[in-house]
């Protein structure tokens, strides 16, 4: 059983366009992260959210934290080519870091 | 300079060979990790080392074995390969353990053939 699940799996949409990935669990979580990966390279934290209710936004992305720290979800407006990768969430449990299955982003221009 | 370099990038062998992957980090940090990703991006933690301590050993067979010589460099050694080791071996550390930022490394492709 997935601790973390991702939806959805796969997302193929044309250059701006908008996109919502989700990232659920039925545990609570004290933070939880989301991360890029490009291709051929490891992933990197895009931002951490801690607060139950939490909104973050780096530039076109907006992190919502939700109110009960056992779900999160990346908005995406305007979606360009260089979006394009593999978006994992991923939550402290245990004395490590887990990861949800992550969203494969595809932007065609 | 990279923050977490790990060598090589890509291995191809036979069954039943065995293989190295080593990591390195500039970052001062004391704690170390081995992630492996499998063919759907799945990706799971396999050991964490903290200041050259083993912590974590996520149940994985003792053919893995991986060595801290010192808390910037964790290695690991893989023998008897199986088909089903084919994956991408992450090396990642954090500041603090279990939570925080991971800084990854590339990743090692290593194909079983």
């Known amino acids: 059983t997935q601790l973390l699940e991702q939806s959805p799996q796969f997302l193929s949409i044309q250059e701006g366009e908008n996109l919502t990935v989700y990232c659920n669990s039925s545990?609570?979580?004290?933070?939880l992260q989301w991360y890029r990966q490009e291709p051929g390279e490891g992933p990197v934290l895009l931002v951490t959210?801690?607060?139950?209710?939490e909104v973050k936004k780096l530039k076109r992305l907006t992190f919502q934290f939700g109110d009960a720290r056992k779900d999160s979800s990346l908005h995406i407006t305007a979606a360009q080519p260089g979006d394009t990768g593999l978006y994992l969430c991923a939550g402290p449990q245990g004395g490590k870091l887990i990861f949800g299955q992550g969203t494969e982003l595809s932007v065609k221009p | 300079d990279t923050a977490v370099s790990q060598t090589p990038k890509y291995l191809v062998t036979q069954m039943g060979n065995d293989k190295s992957i080593k990591c390195e980090q500039n970052l001062g940090h004391d704690t170390m990790y081995w992630y492996k990703q499998d063919s759907k991006k799945f990706l799971k933690i396999m050991f964490s080392?903290?200041?050259?301590?083993?912590?974590i050993n996520e149940t994985v067979p003792n053919r893995f074995s991986p060595k801290s010589p010192d808390k910037a460099h964790l290695n690991l050694h893989i023998n008897s390969l199986e088909l089903g080791d084919s994956a991408v071996y992450f090396c990642?550390?954090?500041?603090?353990?279990?939570?925080?930022?991971?800084?990854f490394g590339e990743g090692s492709r290593l194909t079983v053939l």
């Open positions: 990642a550390s954090s500041q603090v353990q279990g939570i925080g930022e991971l800084f």
């Open positions: 959210v801690v607060t139950g209710g």
């Open positions: 545990s609570v979580f004290s933070s």
């Open positions: 080392y903290n200041n050259k301590e083993l912590i």
